[in-house]
Each structure stands twice: as C-alpha cells, then as structure tokens.
C-alpha cells in the first residue's frame, strides 16, 4: 500500500524559508514522478514542482520559480521543497503525489496525472 506523508508546513511570515517534507513508501517502481501541489481556500489544486526519480529533473510553475526548489532523496524515499521569499499568496494547503506515467516533468503540473496523494500539511505565510 503506498502511503505519502508531508510534514513542515506551519506558520511564517512573508519573506520567510519553510521546507517541506514527504515521505513515500509501499512504493517500489523505478520510474516516477514526484510533484507538489497546493489549495488554497475557494481555489482549484495547482502543480507547484515536480522531480523525475531518474534523472532529477525539476519543473516549476512561474509562480515558485526562483523561490522554491525541489528535491529528492531516493535512498531515503524522500522528497523536499524548500520554501523562500514567501509571500501570502503563498498560503494554502500543500500535498506531495506521485504519477507512475508521467512521462517528463514538464507535463508534471497536472493533478489529474497523479496516483498517490498524501494527506497535505498546512502553510500559512502572514505578519
């Protein structure tokens, strides 16, 4: 059974660094695709990152770029999203899932492409 859990959201003020993680297991496929998405309340989920577990490669919508940087830690299943400048626009709730057949990151940002989800973690960016 695959299970994923996000942890590190919380409270921050603007300008602040969160760096949030998830951690996958019951998952033995050699190839996926990790990605991050958040909700914010009266909105639609939206891809934030995603990273290949082959390669590495990253894909980032415009709106993180520059501020926010995925990664991963295959022999710990592991991936991370480092958060900095944080804005309020910023805030919402943030899920990690994993797609089996999305086949480049760059059509990672899709939810509908996704699996497994976790159970998401709260990150609240205000003064």
């Known amino acids: 059974q695959v299970q994923l859990v996000e942890s590190g959201g919380g409270l921050v003020q603007p300008g602040g660094s969160l760096r949030l993680s998830c951690a996958a297991s019951?998952?033995?496929?050699?190839?996926?695709?990790i990605g991050w998405f958040r909700q914010a309340p009266g909105k639609e989920r939206e891809g934030v990152s995603c990273?290949?577990?082959?390669?590495?490669?990253?894909y980032y919508a415009d709106s993180v770029k520059g501020r926010f940087t995925i990664s991963r830690d295959n022999a710990k299943n592991t991936a991370y999203l480092q958060m900095n400048g944080l804005k309020p626009d910023d805030t919402a709730v943030y899920y990690c899932?994993?797609?089996?057949?999305?086949?480049?990151?760059?059509?990672?940002?899709?939810?509908?492409?996704?699996?497994?989800w976790g159970q998401g973690t709260q990150v609240t960016v205000s003064s």
């Open positions: 899932a994993i797609s089996k057949w999305v086949p480049s990151v760059r059509w990672g940002l899709n939810p509908h492409s996704y699996d497994y």
């Open positions: 019951g998952f033995t496929r050699e190839y996926y695709v």
């Open positions: 990273i290949s577990s082959s390669d590495g490669s990253t």
